[in-house]
């Protein structure tokens, strides 16, 4: 879209915000509700994930620095 100064720029402003409009208004609380609490929870159980990583990853680092290498 040509947002050049010749007039159209208030017809431009109009047709996103009414775009932008319709698609706010399709938004219904429930998906709103739904889509916080999937988020709410996607954290949660990423969190979890990097606990328990860095977890194992501790426990392996600790058993391997009890054996010696040879080479």
């Known amino acids: 879209m040509n ?11 109009g047709t996103i915000g009414g775009t932008c409009m319709v698609i706010f208004l399709q938004i219904t609380t429930g998906a709103l509700l739904q889509t916080i609490v999937l988020a709410a929870l996607g954290a949660v159980v990423s969190f979890g994930t990097s606990l ?14 009890g054996k010696k290498t040879t080479t």
């Open 3 to 13: 947002l050049q100064d010749n007039g159209s720029t208030p017809t431009a402003a």
């Open 52 to 65: 328990l990583c860095k977890k194992l990853v501790n426990n392996i680092s600790k058993k391997n620095k």
